[in-house]
Nanobody, 118 residues
Framework: QVQLVESGGGLVQPGGSLKLSCVASGFAFSENTMAWVRQAPGKGLEWVSKINVPGTSASYADSVAGRFTTSRDNAKNTMYLQMNSLTPDDTAVYFC???????????GGQGTQVTVSS
């Protein structure tokens, strides 16, 4: 059973930073491309980033490129999302997921709320 436990969210002022973590269990984390996705209030799921199996290559949505950095530690079954220069548009519930293909994900957690507000 896929379990993905996200943490690290919270309330931050515009321009601030947060680092999210995702601890995985129940599947072969070190054999899967992983992703971060988010869902803002009243909106659909939005892909944020993905990272390859060894953690050597990541890609980002245009809306976060240059501000967010995804990394992973396969020894710890953990993925991270460093978020800098946050804006109110980044307010959302953030989920980590197994990246199955374009637009296809498997989520396994409750997500973590990120609120950017002054």
């Amino acid at each position: 059973q896929v379990q993905l436990v996200e943490s690290g969210g919270g309330l931050v002022q515009p321009g601030g930073s947060l680092k999210l973590s995702c601890v995985a269990s129940g599947f072969a984390f070190s054999e899967n491309t992983m992703a971060w996705v988010r869902q803002a209030p009243g909106k659909g799921l939005e892909w944020v980033s993905k990272i390859n199996v060894p953690g050597t290559s990541a890609s980002y949505a245009d809306s976060v490129a240059g501000r967010f950095t995804t990394s992973r530690d396969n020894a710890k079954n953990t993925m991270y999302l460093q978020m800098n220069s946050l804006t109110p548009d980044d307010t959302a519930v953030y989920f980590c997921a197994i990246h199955l293909g374009p637009g296809r994900y498997t989520r396994g957690g409750q997500g973590t709320q990120v609120t950017v507000s002054s």
